[in-house]
């Protein structure tokens, strides 16, 4: 770890691929969460019970989505 530390330091420019990489991953986070709060919760709920279903399979799933 120490050598890995001591050539990112010799490297210049180094704070602006940090800047770079942590507006992409924030960006990304942000994205994420718009899609998450902005999705209706009906097509939530058929997912969050399908755990608890031991009979269902991906046919009667989709046959379910549809109706």
């Given at each position: 770890m120490r050598?890995?530390?001591q050539?990112?330091?010799?490297?210049q420019r180094i704070g602006l691929t940090q800047s770079i990489s942590f507006v992409f991953f924030f960006g990304f986070f942000l994205f994420v969460?718009?899609?998450v709060f902005t999705?209706?919760?009906s097509y939530y709920?058929?997912?969050?019970?399908m755990p608890l279903d031991?009979?269902?399979d991906i046919k009667?799933?989709?046959?379910?989505?549809?109706?």
């Open positions: 050598l890995a530390m050539y990112l330091s010799d490297i969460l718009y899609y999705t209706k919760k709920e058929p997912i969050s019970e031991d009979e269902t009667s799933y989709s046959d379910n989505k549809t109706e």
